[in-house]
């Protein structure tokens, strides 16, 4: 009887249990959850708060170094850790919470993995149209291609006038950047064109939105403004395209315009001189200026050495009999109209003002000759 009195107890007790647990608040692994990320955040708070005060405290480059990869790697263990609690169920706010960690401490490290790009991932699958998550566009945006999923979610999904315009806006500028390096002409207008979309849709959504927290940042109107303008000027360059128009200096100060050389073939040179190739170029452009001699050809060389002596000091030494603008180094307006990333950068205008030829480096001697040859004996006959 005793032993039939325990089972039944036994049995009791246990249905008891199983009772309780489904009794349990459905919360409950929510908050040990939670718990588990703030003790994350908190272990976290605290090794980067050492490895910072040993950055201060480094002396050489080198431990500078390899204290920035120690942060590094910290960042990127830790996000790996968390995306355990986000795995687990990706649609609750513990999961966004947990999400923005990621982002915004790999986004001040620049640190990306495949873990990152994870998080990432579950923010454009359950959290586009949460209006906390306009606070994660900006770290995000700086963690490379894997943001641009989250970006274009956003900038689709999430009812926020000004959450939507600041994704787009922030999507719109890494497509700049693509731009900017893309050598296809052809290319790089299809690029502008889609990024000039995203600013205008960006600008008429919320133009008074801004991107930061500082009430004092620039709104999303103005932004888009200056970055049309930016991608207009870039593919306003590219071959088959009328010349910009620029201002410079002459060596003895006078002011000279671009223009002023129409009705010419123009070989515009970009260059500077500790650049190596581009010292090499000197002695066949000696060559090809004394052949266009007396026709409608002039070169004109664009240095953008910091001191104007320095260039002085060069031709004292190096004949080149050509014309010569130079005007604040690498602040010169040639250097930022044309967009100039490497020396040295030519470019060949016709007669008539539009670029027909661009190089970025030295181009082959009988491939720069030709082009010229071509050029110069179109705008002879075109004179008659």
């Keep these: 009887m005793r032993l039939l009195c325990a089972a039944a107890l036994s049995l009791s007790l246990g249905l008891w249990f199983v009772y309780a647990e489904d009794k349990k608040p459905a919360d409950a692994p929510k908050s ?20 910072k005060a040993s950055l201060a405290r480094a002396e050489s480059p080198a431990d500078q170094r390899a204290i920035q990869a120690e942060i590094k790697e ?101 497509t700049v950047r693509d731009v900017e390096e893309e050598e296809d002409d052809a290319k790089a207008e299809l690029l502008a064109k889609g990024a000039i979309d995203l600013l205008e849709k960006a600008a008429k959504e919320a133009p008074t939105a801004k991107v930061g927290a500082d009430p004092k940042s620039p709104t999303i109107a103005e932004l888009a403004a200056k970055q049309i303008e930016n991608l207009k000027a870039i593919t306003s360059l590219a071959i088959g395209k009328s010349a910009p128009e620029v201002e410079s200096l002459l060596l003895d100060g006078k002011k000279v315009n671009l223009s002023g050389s129409k009705g010419k073939v123009v070989l515009l040179d970009i260059w500077a001189t500790w650049c190596g190739p581009c010292v090499r170029m000197i002695p066949h452009e000696r060559k090809l200026v004394e052949s266009m001699k007396d026709k409608p050809f002039e070169l004109i060389s664009v240095s953008v050495d910091n001191k104007k002596e320095t260039l002085q000091k060069f031709l004292e030494n190096e004949k080149m009999p050509w014309t010569h603008w130079w005007q604040d180094g690498q602040e010169n307006p040639v250097m ?3 967009r100039v990333r490497a020396f040295p950068t030519l470019y060949v205008i016709d007669h008539t003002g539009v670029i027909k030829h661009k190089w970025v480096g030295s181009p082959k001697d009988e491939e720069l000759d030709k082009a010229i040859d071509d050029l110069v004996k179109v705008a002879i006959k075109a004179k008659g």
Excluded: M, Q, W
């Design 336 to 338: 930022k109209k044309y």
């Design 32 to 51: 040990e959850r939670a718990e588990k990320l703030a003790a994350r955040k908190k272990k976290f708070d605290e090794e980067h708060k050492e490895l």
């Design 74 to 174: 910290l960042v990127l263990l830790t996000a790996s850790k968390v995306l355990d609690i986000i795995e687990t169920d990706p649609k609750d706010d513990v999961a966004l919470d947990a999400t923005a960690f990621i982002v915004e401490t790999c986004g001040k490290a620049r640190a990306t993995s495949d873990d990152v790009t994870k998080a990432l991932k579950l923010i454009a699958e359950h959290h586009a149209a949460n209006p906390k998550v306009k606070n994660l566009l900006l770290p995000a945006a700086s963690l490379g291609e894997a943001s641009d999923r989250l970006l274009k979610a956003v900038a689709e999904n999430n009812p926020d006038k000004d959450t939507k315009a600041v994704a787009g806006y922030l999507l719109a500028v890494k």
